[in-house]
């Protein structure tokens, strides 16, 4: 991935005022990582061999807890099922802070070779699957336990306090289950403890090792999903003047919805996806069905750009299906949607310099807009926010070409277990005392 300099238009404005000091990882930061180093990856491994699926994470919960409660803190569980949530109280007065990592597996099966690969199994949609960490959500959980214990250790002299959220489910409850960042939020994770600023990190296939992605505004799309049912009068395959096929119908509104983004849609303004992931209808070659259901994906920046689509897809949907005799019928599960994941412009700029301190000015960089969804876009529809990429691909792959994330065969490169740490706890300590650390003269 190419890199260009940092900042978006809205950044650089509010750069001059941190133009005169460059920032320097602060001394505690780097002996917290070289202390804790093999301990995160010794949590690591643990929870890449016990992979749980979304709103099924009972062992990494637990364990989660177990480990807080060792380093002398009050964790509360059992927030939207499983989620885990910590305040380490600084002796100091000062700023609220909110830190997550997510815990979920995916149904995915591992394909690494690595000696502590994942072995386990479970029920994914009435199917048996194998369960994987093919999203690093291991590493995040691992390295906010890192950040923990190095916070913990500090405390005395720590200004304000932070909240550790353990999330559960950031892929997605399974139907009808709620879960993710949207029930912790239901639940009251901010009544009592608003931060005024909360971070997150995620281990990124598509950047290099010692690097780290961030951008302030949009970062990652919305994320929608939709099914559709198209209803057709079953007959024999021979015969299907005697019926309404669905099934052709089908193949017609598929290709025509591919025009919603490529001739409706403002792309000049916003980047947009449509994507159809699965279609099923019929049981036999020679029977033309009564019905064709699909479901698929929605992926927006822009909120007018999105109530289109959701529009225009209702739309194409039933006149595409009507022009064959056949009826649509459309849902669009707007309620389990994640809305854009967007970096608050100004905290984003303050923060950079922290960033750059640990891997330097140079292995900062703004990726481009990420068509994945991540549900810690709640969190910054709530205060503000900033979320960063840290580089997971080993040097000498390139990441444009190494296994993404959610691949069977996903490789964390270890490295960002460290990075992962430094900038979370640089960030930390910065933002609590104030301003980045200047670099000693």
Known sequence: MPRRALLSSALLLA????????AAERPEVAAAAERLQAKVV??????HQHPELSNREERTSAEVAKRLRAMGLKPRTGIAHHGVVAII????????IALRADMDALPVTEQ???????KATSTYRGQSVGV???????????????????LVAMRKDLPGQVMLIFQPSEEGAPPPEEGGAALMLKEGLFADFKPEAVFGLH????VQAGQIAVRGGPLMAASDRFGIKVVGRQTHGSAPWNGVDPIVATADLVGTAQTIVSRRANLSKQPAVLTFGAINGGIRYNIIPDEVEMVGTIRTFDEGMR????????????HTAAAHGAKAVTEIYEEEGNPATVNDPALTARMLPSLQAVVGKDNVYEPPLQMGAEDFSLYAKEVPAMFFFVGSTSEGI?????????SPKFLLDEKALDVGLRALLQVSLDYLNGAPAPAAS
Do not use: Y
């Open 15 to 22: 750069l001059p005022v941190l133009a005169h000091a460059q």
């Open 42 to 47: 010794e949590w690591r491994r643990d929870f």
């Open 89 to 96: 109280e600084g002796g100091r007065p000062g700023p609220k």
């Open 112 to 118: 690494t070779g690595l000696p502590f690969a994942s």
């Open 132 to 150: 994987m960490h093919a999203c690093g959500h291991d590493a995040h959980t691992a390295t906010l336990l890192g950040v923990a214990e190095a």
């Open 203 to 206: 281990v990124f296939s598509s």
């Open 307 to 318: 109530q289109q689509i959701f529009a225009d897809l209702r739309n194409v949907a039933e």
């Open 398 to 406: 390139d990441p444009a070409t190494a296994p993404a994330n959610h």
